[in-house]
């Protein structure tokens, strides 16, 4: 089934990591036309946006914790394009190493909820406030599947990520389809989660190089292997599309290869050559 997005504009938040650029090719793909944010990494939104010269792109660096920018931000990609059609927050922050709550400082908390939780919440009022004047739009959250069965040692994380998938979610279905209602010819405004599990990117590149964590993370999983990024972005178009879930709103996609808070394998039965 063919796509509707061809032309379309879709603002992707950390654009420049492993999800994000997997999520850009994917909506390049369909001929949509991107805004491309990132923080730091200039290097890699360079990359990104050569590899997409077939496309209109356009790069924009900000700190999406600092509300002046946000808004700097979203200034700069409506004067570039003149519309958004699709917000993708992908954007958030993760500390690698595992810290037990009893361990864990303000410092991180607060880091970590401002990384993962505020930088989604001021990305998406901007959203909001430009949906309001052109009466469509939709977004895409991307959380994790720690907000679903929650990570010991990344509490702030997974707690922020809930947050993500579950409050805002399913409050915000309720208020973009009031900014932009549906009419005879617009299914109206949409707003959809996905949870991705362990997904190979560079972030996880060390830990997925021991057998003995693929064996114990892949023995939890119906599907016993680890996801790529491509997974994850078709999802995103799938659901950005407003032809193909025109009736799909305030869903929390798990996309995680049948993944539970048990073991379902034997870890010995994990063939790691193949995950």
Known sequence: MITDLKGK????TGASGGI???????????????ALHYHR????????????????????QADLTKEIEVKRLF?????????????????????????????LSWHQWQ???????????????????????????????????????????????AAAKAAIAYGLTRSLKNEISRLAPHTRTYCGGRL????????????????????ATVRKVTATMALTQIARPDDIANAAVFFSCDKLARHITGQTLVLAGGMEG??????????????
Do not use: M
């Open 20 to 34: 994000g650029s997997a999520i850009a090719r994917a909506f390049a793909a369909e001929g949509a036309r991107l």
């Open 9 to 12: 504009v879709v603002l992707i």
């Open 262 to 275: 048990r073991l379902l394998w034997d870890p010995r039965e994990i063939n790691t050559a193949i995950v």
């Open 192 to 211: 959809n989660c996905i949870c991705p599990g362990w997904t190979i990117v560079p972030r996880n590149a060390s830990k997925l190089r021991d057998q």
């Open 111 to 157: 880091r970590t909820l401002d990384g993962v939780l505020t930088t989604c919440f001021l990305s998406l009022r901007e959203f909001f406030r430009l949906v309001r004047r052109q009466k469509r739009g939709n977004a895409i959250l991307i959380a994790s599947t720690a907000a679903v069965f929650g990570e010991a040692g990344h509490a702030d994380y």
């Open 41 to 60: 990494d200039r290097a890699g939104i360079a990359r990104l946006q050569r590899a997409l010269k077939k496309v209109d792109t356009f790069t924009l």
């Open 75 to 103: 200034t700069q990609a409506i004067s570039h394009f003149g519309q958004l059609d699709t917000l993708i927050a992908n954007a958030g922050w993760w500390q690698t190493q595992d810290v037990p709550l009893h361990n």
